[in-house]
């Protein structure tokens, strides 16, 4: 999923973004598609990035914490929607050799993952909104192309120097 790679977005349609368009910061470069999906689509009346946080209960963990849910949205027909975008095999209960360190790993990261979308569905329902999880799958089928490699940076501070070649032999000096 690109774990690891962060980065700001800058979007083109700033009317739409909730919050500090300065301080747009994406955490994966699926985030980052979706974040150009929602920046450009028509049907997105006004979106966020991490809006806001909300407290659940980490059943895998065994203690409170805040869950910040990765997109909000607005859509044209009305609709509210809080997004999570996540790569499909973490949505499902892992499928490898049990009592195994990375076994141990993907099921806690499933029973944690279960905890914030009950936490998220229930607040939700309390607002009238829809809470739904975007895996590449629902990408995919909405449109949105995946980034796969991040984009290019300009160095700073680092300038290219223009060097001179000429077809002339060097002179042996003899």
């Not at 909104?129 to 991040?150: A, N, R, S, Y």
Request: with cysteine; net charge positive.
């Amino acid at each position: 999923m690109g774990r690891g790679y962060k980065g700001r977005y800058k979007p083109r349609n700033k009317s739409k973004y909730v919050g500090d368009k300065r301080n747009i910061v994406y955490r994966s470069l699926w985030e980052r598609s979706f974040c150009k999906w929602c920046d450009r689509s028509k049907n997105v009346v006004k979106w966020a990035l991490e809006p806001f946080a909300i407290p659940y209960f980490d059943r895998g963990k065994n203690k409170y914490r805040k869950y910040h849910p990765d997109f909000y949205m607005e859509m044209a027909n009305g609709n509210k929607l809080l997004i999570e975008v996540k790569p499909d095999y973490e949505t499902k209960p892992p499928k490898m050799k049990k009592g195994t360190k990375r076994y141990l790993i993907a099921e806690s990261t499933f029973i944690t993952n279960q905890s914030k979308w009950i936490a998220a569905r229930e607040y939700c329902k309390q607002k009238g909104w829809k809470f739904q999880i975007v895996t590449e799958h629902v990408m995919k089928d909405m449109g949105i192309k995946l980034i796969t490699t991040p984009p290019r940076r300009k160095k700073k501070g680092v300038s290219k120097k223009k060097v001179k070649y000429t077809n002339r032999k060097p002179s042996s000096g003899l």
